[in-house]
């Protein structure tokens, strides 16, 4: 489980594929801290580190988590958002994220509003659902509070703050982004369905 409140922006050193995608991805996490097969949360995607040196840790993609998250455009260079995993005792800043992209989502426009930057995203028909008005969603990993919802789209304020600690400041009209829905949300809308449907 994840917070969604990103510590650290690291970068793709590398990309080979050997069966699954493998991904080395620089840091500046205390990597002596962090085990082989702990949880990283990569731009909203719960990846398992397979190797580790000083600076750096590789994890692998299987043809599935590259089909539905936006893994498959990474290449070098390309910046991604980090989270290590919630540990017992740790402050929850933002809502509880579990690092399972539920969809991909699409920037339909960026403008600045005083000191922060006002994002509309295009949600997945099927997760417009449960995107609320004051609700909360993980976009790239990153735990956001939803301003208002207009069928698909959703808007969202970033403050100055996450603008500069995150990948939101390479964001364009377009841009693909990893969405996770609430989870409350997810339990809610199941428990509401007729129990037929079920």
Same mark, same amino acid.
């Given at each position: 489980?994840?917070? &969604?409140?990103? %510590?650290?922006?690291?970068?793709?050193?590398?990309? =080979?594929?050997?069966? *699954?995608?493998?991904?080395?991805?620089? %840091?500046?996490?205390?990597?002596?801290?962090?085990?082989?097969?702990?949880?990283?949360?990569?731009?909203?995607?719960?990846? %398992?580190?397979?190797?580790?040196?000083? &600076?750096?840790?590789?994890?692998? +993609?299987?043809?599935?988590?590259?089909?539905?998250?936006?893994?498959?455009?990474?290449?070098?260079?390309? /910046?991604?958002?980090?989270?290590? +995993?919630?540990?017992?005792?740790?402050?929850?800043? &933002?809502?509880?994220?579990?690092?399972?992209?539920?969809?991909?989502?699409?920037?339909?426009?960026?403008?600045? /509003?005083?000191?922060?930057?006002?994002?509309?995203?295009?949600?997945?028909?099927?997760?417009?659902?449960?995107? =609320?008005?004051?609700?909360?969603? =993980?976009?790239?990993?990153?735990?956001?509070?939803?301003?208002?919802?207009?069928?698909?789209?959703?808007?969202? $304020?970033?403050?100055?703050?996450?603008?500069?600690?995150?990948?939101?400041?390479?964001?364009?009209? &377009?841009?693909?982004? $990893?969405?996770?829905? *609430?989870?409350? +949300?997810?339990?809610?809308?199941?428990?509401?369905?007729? /129990?037929?449907?079920?």
């Amino acid at each position: 489980m994840f917070t &969604g409140i990103v %510590t650290d922006v690291g970068r793709v050193a590398s990309v =080979a594929d050997r069966g *699954d995608r493998r991904f080395v991805l620089t %840091t500046a996490f205390d990597m002596d801290a962090v085990d082989i097969g702990a949880s990283i949360s990569c731009s909203g995607c719960c990846l %398992t580190v397979v190797e580790k040196s000083a &600076g750096r840790f590789s994890i692998d +993609a299987s043809a599935e988590t590259l089909s539905v998250t936006t893994l498959g455009d990474w290449r070098e260079g390309t /910046e991604v958002n980090l989270e290590r +995993a919630l540990r017992l005792g740790d402050e929850l800043g &933002g809502h509880l994220v579990s690092g399972h992209v539920d969809g991909v989502g699409r920037v339909v426009s960026i403008r600045a /509003e005083g000191g922060s930057h006002r994002i509309v995203f295009e949600a997945p028909n099927q997760l417009s659902r449960y995107i =609320a008005s004051k609700g909360s969603i =993980a976009v790239d990993g990153v735990s956001l509070t939803v301003n208002e919802v207009d069928g698909r789209r959703f808007g969202v $304020n970033i403050i100055p703050h996450t603008w500069t600690q995150t990948t939101f400041r390479h964001l364009a009209e &377009g841009s693909r982004v $990893n969405l996770e829905i *609430d989870l409350l +949300a997810r339990y809610v809308a199941r428990l509401m369905e007729p /129990e037929s449907s079920r």
